[in-house]
């Protein structure tokens, strides 16, 4: 019998130890192309590793046949930027199997609020804005307005949208508006799934000016009649759509079990052939049901 330490053991992925790797031992498993070279990405983790070097190691497997020998599983444009930079050794992650499932495609990218934080507590810390800047290869401007992101904009609407990838200029939008309208926008946008600036602009255009910090300008062509018009159409819409989400799974599990006790009976012969006999618009509307069932 196993004993409770070795039946809970867990097989390693990595080896115990990185590994300071010549760059010559190391084959990639694809090479860069000319456009991964030139893009916004490639120069980023450039900037990054001159201004503070390797953060995240590459991982590598040995060779099944030549165990010094290595291949490259992840890190191929780090371990480009550093070739290119002249360095000859890199310290890597051993990887137990050769598995070359990119480790970066399942990870939590870095939300906007959550960016805005890490520069905050990098700034606290005597992090100059300029070297931020170099690191993140953007310019000194972008840092200051990233420090700056979320002023104006409540606790409860920040804690919203913490999680979610929203462009700096839909924050911007959502700083025109007072509290509790920006807590009702972030709602929205998180049921749609939606936080583009023209969707975020449409919700301020939507809004009366008694819940924006300033007045909006005058639209041309339209009067002020039609304007609360659409202030009042967009704030029925969001209610019928809240009412909507909350009756949608209700709805749909009703759906589903209809449509799954449609197929049953049509699955008998003697149903099908009273049907078509004497009630032929039913069995029409069933064999739809049953269709589009199908080709979902």
Not at 258 to 270: D, E, K, L, P, S
Request: with cysteine; net charge positive; proline share 4%.
């Amino acid at each position: 019998m196993k004993s409770p330490e070795a039946a809970s053991s867990v097989p390693l992925s990595f080896e115990n130890m990185s590994l300071r790797i010549p760059i010559v031992e190391i084959l990639p498993l694809k090479q860069l192309s000319p456009a991964a070279l030139k893009s916004v990405k490639y120069a980023q983790i450039a900037a990054s590793i001159a201004e503070v070097g390797i953060i995240e190691p590459p991982v590598v497997v040995r060779d099944s046949h030549q165990h010094d020998k290595f291949h490259l599983l992840d890190g191929h444009i780090r371990v480009d930027v550093l070739a290119k930079r002249g360095d000859t050794e890199v310290v890597c992650l051993v990887a137990t199997e050769d598995e070359a499932y990119t480790y970066n495609r399942r990870i939590s990218r870095l939300a906007t609020i959550q960016e805005h934080k890490m520069i905050l507590k990098a700034i606290e810390k005597g992090v100059p804005e300029e070297r931020l800047a170099r690191a993140l290869n953007v310019n000194i401007s972008s840092i200051r307005h990233k420090k700056s992101l979320l002023e104006g904009i409540c606790p409860e609407a920040i804690d919203l949208l913490k999680e979610k990838h929203v462009p700096i200029n839909t924050i911007g939008e959502l700083r025109k508006m007072k509290p509790m309208r920006q807590i009702e926008a972030a709602g929205l946008m998180i049921a749609m799934n939606k936080f583009t600036v023209s969707y975020a602009k449409s919700l301020v255009a939507a809004t009366s000016d008694s819940m924006l910090v300033s007045p909006k300008k005058k639209f041309a062509g339209l009067s002020e009649d039609q304007i609360s018009l659409m202030e009042q159409e967009a704030a029925t819409l969001d209610r019928e759509f809240k009412t909507i989400e909350q009756d949608y799974g209700a709805d749909h599990l009703d759906l589903v079990l209809a449509t799954g006790y449609v197929t049953r009976i049509m699955a008998n012969a003697r149903v099908v052939r009273h049907l078509a006999q004497f009630y032929p618009d039913i069995l029409s509307e069933f064999t739809k049901m049953i269709t589009v069932r199908k080709a979902a």
